[in-house]
């Protein structure tokens, strides 16, 4: 690891951050408005997947973005957008209006995701890729898990709410300032490469696709419905709040950790045993809400087992992919998170109104339970 540019991995990894921050404080903002307002999880739901649906519009496009402007002046343009489409949201009470503004939220969302994965990976030395892909997530979270602690803490005593979460993007501009130029870009000669093609690189990589959808899932809805639902049992409102940053401690707390075993170990073995730990904790929420000690604990576990599938996710991509390829790799997970992030939300708010609020458990459990299949079957297949 010496031979790490550490001053871009360090920029990169603070702007990330602060990007997280903005996005950790968003979200439950976001579905707690609404809420207050009397609109229904269904609603909620339907809100949160415009933001997923921008995330799939975009990474098609990320790499033609990147080829044409840089990476590092492409997130700068992604970080102004994120900020101003957040700041309008202050102006409007229209539901069709914040369903565009957090479509082009997500939109840039996407692009910051794609280019920082890519870029990680790229910087990352092959014998310790596990533990500085958890390094950069790592850091993602822990600003992310600060976020819904904000809106708990500030709550109702910020009158201009989604101005001062917009505000907090730009924050991110200074550390994107300071990385070299020197991103995972491409030139016109690579454009045509047969090895960029989405359809010929998928096959290779089921599980990295199922793990970032469980986790976009998983991680929207912790940061969107969890809350609801914990106010659904008769939680408080702040501690309720407060289950998301819980959840986003325990996805914190363990990455290093699971890179380290990940690089000692084996990627595929960890990987799989934090599906199989997902499968056994989340049947325990129901049961859990009414206990303190037993909610909390369920939670810093399940963040941590559902934060290992995505940090392996990427490991995975840069596993096997390397140039141009691994650019693409990272849209295509991005795409995935798009798609599950945005059908994920949609279909639980329309379970939790119609069936109950332990949809929400239900629905994340049938997703961990079909990525730990993937990794069965990939094992079978030695991909």
């Known amino acids: 690891m010496k031979s790490m540019p550490w001053r871009d991995f360090f920029a990169l990894v603070v702007s990330i951050g602060v990007v997280g921050l903005g996005l950790g404080a968003t979200m439950p903002l976001t579905a707690l408005t609404l809420d207050r307002r009397g609109v229904g999880t269904d609603v909620i739901g339907m809100i949160t997947a415009f933001s997923a649906l921008g995330i799939l519009a975009a990474s098609p496009f990320v790499s033609r973005w990147v080829g044409r402007y840089g990476a590092r002046a492409t997130m700068l343009g992604a970080v102004w957008a994120a900020s101003l489409a957040t700041i309008a949201m202050q102006c409007s009470d229209s539901l069709v209006a914040w ?20 870029w990680v990976n790229r910087l990352a030395p092959d014998h310790a890729r596990g533990k500085v892909v958890a390094m950069y997530t790592t850091s993602f979270t ?42 995972p870009e491409h030139d016109a000669g690579e454009a045509n490469e047969p090895g960029l093609k ?34 659904r049992h008769g939680m408080g409102t702040e501690l309720a709040l407060l289950s998301a940053t819980v959840v986003l401690v325990g996805d914190t707390g363990l990455q290093f950790a699971l890179g380290w075993m990940a690089d000692r170990y084996g990627r595929a073995r960890v990987h799989t045993g934090c599906g199989v730990a997902v499968c056994l904790l989340l049947p325990l929420l129901p049961f859990a809400v ?61 379970l939790m109104q119609s069936a109950g609020v332990n949809a929400l ?8 339970a079909v990525f730990v299949g993937s990794a069965v079957w990939e094992k079978k297949k030695g991909i």
């Open 290 to 350: 009414g206990t303190p000690w037993l909610w909390w604990s369920v939670l810093l576990l399940l963040g941590a087992a559902a934060g290992g599938i995505y940090m392996l996710a990427l490991v995975a991509c840069g596993e096997r992919f390397t140039g141009l390829p691994l650019t693409s790799a990272s849209a295509i997970v991005n795409a995935t998170w798009g798609a599950a992030s945005g059908g994920g939300p949609l279909l639980t708010g329309v």
């Open 198 to 231: 989405w359809s010929l690189i998928l096959p290779r990589m089921p599980m990295i696709v199922l793990g970032a959808a469980f986790f976009a899932l998983f991680d929207t809805l912790a940061l969107s419905l969890l809350p609801l639902y914990a106010i």
């Open 142 to 183: 822990f600003f992310q898990l600060i976020g819904p602690a904000l809106v708990a803490a500030f709550n109702d005593k910020i009158q201009w709410s989604f101005a001062a979460c917009g505000l907090l993007f730009l924050l991110a501009l200074p550390g994107l300032m300071l990385i070299s130029n020197s991103g």
């Open 361 to 368: 458990p239900a629905v994340m459990w049938v997703c961990a």
């Open 99 to 118: 369903s565009v503004l957090r479509f082009v939220f997500g939109g840039a969302m996407g692009v910051l995701f794609t280019i920082g994965e890519a």
